[in-house]
């Protein structure tokens, strides 16, 4: 069986930068997604497509197909526009409704006493990824996980069924 959209993917991965640094890497717990939902970057999706059961590659992930170009954008909210009870952190997503009534995910950069900053730039914005990839499942995606538009199971997403 190969990867196609409609496929559960079983996959594990290191996640080098540039400097050959180890952002993150899926270690003993192989990261499973429903292939073409959107849950992984478009430009590692991309590599994927093909690939069958034990194949092993790496994909070079531009920005543009990762996770977006800097914009070097910021701006500050006060603390006091914050949900009640959040406790910030720097890196934290906030989603926020954007001008154009969109959702959009924004990430704290500083926080002082009185206010946080925050920008539209992934923590990876601007960085060309480098992820070496082993496959270790494919499987057919059952109705209700196309329905959903995500894995199910223990090697999945784990929740209780309200939606
Ligand atoms: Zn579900």
Do not use: N
């Not at 990430?107 to 601007?126: C, K, N, R, W, Y």
Request: proline share 8%; glycine share 14%.
């Amino acid at each position: 069986m190969k990867i196609a959209p409609g496929s559960v993917v079983s996959f594990e991965y290191t996640l080098y930068a540039p400097d050959g640094s180890i952002i993150d890497a899926s270690q003993e717990r192989p990261l499973t997604y429903l292939h073409g939902a959107g849950h992984i970057v478009p430009g590692l999706e991309r590599h994927l497509v093909g690939k069958e059961v034990g194949d092993e590659l790496e994909a070079i992930v531009p920005p543009d197909e990762g996770y977006g170009e800097a914009t070097g954008r910021g701006f500050r909210v006060g603390r006091e526009e914050l949900p009640p009870g959040m406790e910030p952190q720097i890196g934290m997503p906030l989603g926020a409704q954007g001008p154009d009534g969109k959702t959009m995910t924004l990430f704290i950069v500083e926080l002082d006493e009185e206010s946080i900053t925050v920008t539209p730039d992934h923590p990876l914005a601007g960085v060309t990824l480098r992820f070496a990839v082993a496959i270790r499942a494919i499987r057919a995606a059952t109705e209700d996980e196309l329905s959903h538009g995500h894995a199910h199971g223990h090697d999945g997403h784990d929740h209780s069924h309200g939606h």
